[in-house]
């Protein structure tokens, strides 16, 4: 499998079904910034009230071929596996497709995964086991708990100033290495860390 993260942000998502697994995934899409629609005779209460909200477009209907082609992005969520196939076969190969109720007939699965501002772990096992997917990306949310946010916020600042003021190489990877050691997820450090960088390069 060939792992990316995707930038959805106004891109087309077509979700098929609205039942638990499509609300499921459309609160992703959502979180993400997709242009979501919806098609499907019956939904949750949770996609009525983003309908109502205007955060997603609902077509109350059974979808067809020709709704297909015009997503980049598109959710096979009904409980018919032959809708779901029958609409499987008119997307383009250019599509990205998911197939709710068997992963390997699309072109991509969605893995279980959290977020710690710009961290994101995320745990697959490309349709084999989603619950051992899931069991395991818990594991690693409780061993990377929330405190992650603030520290690849730093990370990601020392990063820049380190790029912006060291030029060789050899020194660069030195202080990214040393902005790594457990110690600097605590505040006091990133202080002491922060002042030696400006004693370094002298700036206030
Ligand atoms: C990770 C997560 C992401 C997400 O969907 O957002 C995800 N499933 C999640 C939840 C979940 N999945 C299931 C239940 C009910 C459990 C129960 O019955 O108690 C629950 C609900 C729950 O536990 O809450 C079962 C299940 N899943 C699939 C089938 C069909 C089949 O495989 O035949 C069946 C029914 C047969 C079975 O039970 O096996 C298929 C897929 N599910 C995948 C992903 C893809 C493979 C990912 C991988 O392997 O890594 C794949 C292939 C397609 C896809 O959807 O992309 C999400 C984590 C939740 C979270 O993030 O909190
Ligand atoms: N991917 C996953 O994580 C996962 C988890 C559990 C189950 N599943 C599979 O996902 C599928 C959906 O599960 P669910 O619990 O959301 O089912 P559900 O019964 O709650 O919802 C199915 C929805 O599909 C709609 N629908 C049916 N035919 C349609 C059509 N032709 N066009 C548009 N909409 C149509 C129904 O109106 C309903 O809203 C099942 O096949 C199940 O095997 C996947």
Same mark, same amino acid.
């Given at each position: 499998?060939?792992?990316?993260?995707?930038?959805?942000?106004?891109?087309? &998502?077509?979700? /098929?079904?609205?039942? *638990?697994?499509? !609300?499921?995934?459309?609160?992703? $899409? %959502? +979180?993400?910034?997709?242009?979501?629609?919806?098609?499907?005779?019956?939904?949750?209460?949770?996609?009525?009230?983003?309908?109502?909200?205007?955060?997603?477009?609902?077509?109350?209907?059974?979808?067809?071929?020709?709704?297909?082609?015009? &997503?980049?992005? /598109?959710?096979?969520? *009904?409980?018919? !596996?032959?809708?779901?196939?029958? $609409? %499987? +076969?008119?997307?383009?190969?250019?599509?990205?497709?998911?197939?709710?109720?068997?992963?390997?007939?699309?072109?991509?699965?969605?893995?279980?995964?959290?977020?710690?501002?710009?961290?994101?772990?995320?745990?697959?096992?490309?349709?084999?086991?989603?619950?051992?997917?899931?069991?395991?990306?818990?594991?690693?949310?409780?061993?990377?708990?929330?405190?992650?946010?603030?520290?690849?916020?730093?990370?990601?600042?020392?990063?820049?100033?380190?790029?912006?003021?060291?030029?060789?190489?050899?020194?660069?990877?030195?202080?990214?290495?040393?902005?790594?050691?457990?110690?600097?997820?605590?505040?006091?450090?990133?202080?002491?860390?922060?002042?030696?960088?400006?004693?370094?390069?002298?700036?206030?």
């Amino acid at each position: 499998m060939y792992t990316v993260t995707l930038n959805i942000r106004n891109k087309k &998502a077509l979700v /098929v079904g609205g039942g *638990t697994v499509a !609300t499921r995934k459309i609160r992703h $899409l %959502l +979180k993400e910034g997709a242009n979501v629609t919806v098609i499907s005779p019956e939904a949750t209460d949770e996609i009525k009230k983003w309908e109502e909200k205007g955060e997603v477009h609902w077509e109350k209907r059974e979808a067809n071929e020709l709704d297909v082609p015009s &997503a980049f992005l /598109v959710i096979l969520a *009904t409980n018919n !596996t032959e809708d779901n196939e029958k $609409l %499987l +076969k008119a997307a383009s190969p250019n599509q990205l497709v998911n197939v709710a109720h068997k992963g390997d007939k699309g072109s991509y699965t969605v893995p279980a995964q959290f977020t710690r501002g710009d961290l994101t772990i995320s745990v697959s096992t490309g349709g084999g086991s989603p619950l051992l997917a899931k069991k395991i990306r818990d594991e690693l949310s409780a061993r990377y708990d929330e405190s992650y946010e603030q520290y690849v916020n730093f990370l990601n600042e020392v990063r820049s100033f380190i790029h912006e003021n060291e030029k060789q190489a050899e020194e660069k990877r030195k202080l990214l290495h040393s902005s790594l050691q457990e110690e600097m997820k605590d505040a006091h450090h990133q202080q002491l860390f922060w002042q030696a960088l400006y004693d370094k390069y002298k700036k206030d």
